[in-house]
């Protein structure tokens, strides 16, 4: 099956530090990562698209100075949380998309906890 | 614009008996894609089921079955035979048909299966 890997999966950071957060898709090619945001007990949001080479799209509200993505190659994306405040405390859920034809299903990696003290 | 809705904040069901999960969906798009993610403590997103918007019949995977109603544009799942291991988040999400394929999720549907 398709496995999507997440590191670090838990960081503590002091605020303005940035954190980096790498997402994998281990075993297939991901044209398309998706970084989500889930706060406790609420649903996931959906913080920005990332595309392999090109620049990410980001959801209405979401900073991309303050989240950055990179989606360098075909199977790592990354999300950098810049000068990071206890308000971005949250855990942080990729996906990769992975076309098999007509279902195209996201796999999602196991998430990032991240608490910024 | 696209909308998921899960009416049920929280369930409870006997173990080995069956318990439905709510969703309703709303699109103008003809093409849409709705899945079913389970969501232990641990965090992981795992993915249970999905219903193409094409889909004749309605979706199965072992004890997982999904109820689809397209006129009232429902995407019910149902757990047969609960066991104390389902106990979980359980998010409905519907596929956009575009092709940036974003996923809109509901609210979820906590689970606790009782012994």
């Known amino acids: 099956g398709a496995v999507v890997s997440q590191h670090p999966s838990r960081v503590i950071c002091k605020s303005g530090t940035s954190v980096k957060i790498e997402c994998r898709s281990l075993d297939f090619q991901a044209t398309t990562m998706f970084w989500y945001r889930q706060f406790p007990k609420q649903s996931l949001m959906l913080m920005a698209t990332?595309?392999?080479?090109?620049?990410?799209?980001?959801e209405q509200g979401v900073e991309k100075d303050k989240f950055l993505i990179n989606h360098a190659s075909l199977t790592l994306s990354t999300l950098t949380v810049t000068s990071a405040h206890p308000e971005d405390s949250s855990f942080y859920i990729c996906?990769?998309?992975?076309?098999?034809?007509?279902?195209?299903?996201?796999?999602f990696g196991p998430g990032t906890r991240l608490l910024v003290l | 614009a696209q909308k998921i809705t899960q009416t049920q904040p929280g369930m409870f069901v006997q173990e080995k008996e069956a318990v439905t999960l709510d969703c309703t969906y709303d699109t103008s798009d003809p093409s849409y894609g709705l899945f079913w993610y389970k969501q232990p403590s641990s965090g992981e997103m795992i993915f249970l089921i999905y219903q193409g918007s094409y889909d004749q019949q309605n979706a199965t995977e072992g004890r997982y079955s999904l109820n689809f109603q397209k006129a009232r544009k429902s995407a019910n799942l149902v757990i047969s035979a609960s066991q104390l291991g389902d106990s979980a988040m359980y998010f409905c999400?519907?596929?956009?048909?575009?092709?940036?394929?974003?996923?809109?999720f509901g609210t979820g549907t906590r689970l606790k299966v009782l012994a």
């Open positions: 999400a519907m596929r956009e048909s575009s092709g940036t394929y974003k996923y809109i």
């Open positions: 990332s595309n392999e080479g090109s620049k990410a799209t980001y």
């Open positions: 996906s990769a998309q992975r076309e098999r034809g007509a279902e195209e299903t996201q796999y």
